[in-house]
């Protein structure tokens, strides 16, 4: 059902793309070529991604296609993706944390079609490149991997600005005293850090993004990272970047200090994955059939595979 | 029939595009384009790699044929306001010398400076890097790439993030520098 439904997909859109560029001479039996995009709106990702990577945190815009899936679910990272893309490629997708939601099975079929030769894993450790919504695998990414990840509202600034040309300005002055204030008032009134996701971010010292719906306990995996970690918004046309070996730090203040979620227990003990009995993953809320709550990770690969060692 | 050289081909600019980025995300990486140039050099592979009518080039020593260029279809501009300025590094800047640094709201302007030279990776230029992507510290060897460059380039990007994207090309390697790096062992004078 659903590879039929992306086969038409890709059919309707491939005739508005028009013409090929002469040098791109890959086409296959459907007539599209490799990848998807065709090579103009590769190079236009392109370019952006190294202007990304070369201003660590600064959004980039570009002129974002048309994709013959619904927006918010992941045309940026899918752009990202595509435009990165080879054959010898070994893509892993997630969303949620999960390899198997409707989102990332539907992402995942897409790429199979569009890029033969692609080998699809669930495996972060043998994974390539990674397309994610909201978690970053807990599984260390490794050196010379890459992470691309979903991204729904790129700028952080948009709770205290809603004119994007000033919000620019304020980018590039690095001018983020509004945010800050916005941030204190919320931590005095609550007294403890109440933003869950997408948790305001300061790259190299400089840009301050978004670092999309990923939960805080995530944040921290950024900071001087191995992997490259790439953020695409289609709604929004923006690229932005987070470089291997970059800081990046979590705003916060020396009174109320940034830490990520809490998974202990009434009796202060750090509680465990029902299923795998891990104590250090991110866990999700269930409720169990007689009504009790349960948890297990979000992370299903690497939930899996910590069954699989203890077998 | 036209044998269309490889780097034209949608498959080896993927490839290119990918050590691109690697050697962006890893300043002084060097990349060894050479699988997939065919006859053509490093410049022509990168150049190949990321232009297209929408974007504009300067070549005022002309180190790209008319043939080349008009497959590149960027349009000509100065080195002013160009988007990729290619420069032959092995002289040192002309007097007056200053590519795009982009604006404040918009530093993604800043032009893409192609330095071309003779020697990556040895040589008796030594460049110790610092910056996002590296690890601490980073020294890398360059040759026959005029040090006036580096004191330029320091002046360029001191106002961060107005600044230009540099990527070092020889007839086959590329490295980049990309704005965001500092360059420690530089003696400031010119
Ligand atoms: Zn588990």
Redesign the pocket.
């Known amino acids: 059902m659903i590879q039929s439904l992306t086969d038409e997909a890709i059919q309707k859109n491939g005739a508005s793309v028009g013409v090929l560029n002469t040098a791109s001479s890959e086409t296959n039996r459907y007539n599209y070529q490799f990848g998807f995009l065709d090579e103009y709106a590769k190079k236009e990702v392109r370019r952006t991604l190294l202007k990304a990577v070369a201003i660590p945190g600064y959004q980039v815009p570009y002129a974002s296609r048309e994709m013959p899936i619904a927006r918010g679910f992941g045309t940026g990272g899918l752009q990202i993706t595509l435009s990165l893309i080879g054959s010898n490629e070994i893509l892993k997708v997630i969303d949620q944390g999960s390899d198997d939601s409707v989102n990332a099975v539907n992402i995942r079929k897409f790429v199979a079609t569009t890029c033969p030769g692609v080998t699809l894993t669930r495996q972060t450790a043998e994974a390539t490149l990674i397309q994610s919504r909201h978690r970053i695998p807990e599984k260390r990414l490794k050196f010379g991997q890459i992470l691309v990840l979903q991204v729904p509202y790129p700028d952080p600034l948009v709770v205290v600005e809603p004119s994007e040309e000033k919000r620019k300005i304020m980018h590039g002055d690095g001018d983020y005293a509004r945010l800050w204030v916005k941030l204190y008032e919320d931590m005095v009134k609550f007294k403890e850090i109440t933003i869950s996701h997408r948790y305001p971010t300061r790259i190299n010292g400089f840009y301050v993004i978004d670092p999309s719906p990923i939960p805080r306990f995530d944040v921290p995996k950024l900071h001087q990272a191995e992997a490259l970690c790439l953020f695409g918004a289609g709604r929004e046309k923006k690229i932005y970047a987070v470089p291997p070996y970059t800081d990046a730090e979590p705003l916060s203040f020396s009174d109320i200090p940034f830490r990520v979620e809490d998974f202990t227990d009434e009796q202060g003990n750090r509680r465990t994955?029902q299923?795998?009995g891990?104590m250090t993953?991110f866990l999700n809320e269930l409720i169990d059939s007689k009504g009790a709550k349960v948890y297990?990770?979000s992370d299903s690969n690497y939930?899996d595979s910590?069954l699989g060692d203890q077998k | 029939m036209l044998a269309i050289d490889a780097i034209w081909q949608a498959e080896t600019q993927q490839k290119i595009f990918r050590a691109l980025l690697n050697c962006m995300s890893l300043p002084g990486e060097i990349a060894d384009l050479s699988p997939y140039l065919g006859n053509s050099s490093a410049l022509l592979g990168v150049l190949a790699t990321l232009l297209d009518g929408t974007v504009s080039l300067s070549d005022e020593d002309e180190l790209i044929s008319q043939q080349v260029r008009h497959l590149l279809q960027a349009h000509t501009a100065s080195s002013e306001i160009a988007n990729f300025v290619v420069k032959d590094a092995t002289k040192p800047p002309q007097e007056g010398f200053l590519p795009n640094l982009g604006e404040l709201p918009n530093p993604e302007k800043g032009a893409t400076l192609i330095l071309q030279g003779e020697t990556l990776g040895v040589g008796d230029l030594p460049l110790l890097l610092r910056g996002p992507g590296v690890n601490g510290t980073r020294k890398v060897s360059i040759a026959e790439f005029h040090p006036e460059w580096f004191i330029h380039r320091q002046q360029w990007v001191e106002n961060f993030p107005l600044g230009i994207d540099l990527f070092l090309v020889t007839f086959t390697q590329v490295m980049a520098i990309p704005r965001a790096i500092t360059i420690e062992n530089l003696k400031l004078k010119i």
Do not use: K
Request: glycine share 0%; with cysteine.
């Open positions: 994955c299923r795998c891990s993953s297990q990770c939930c910590q």
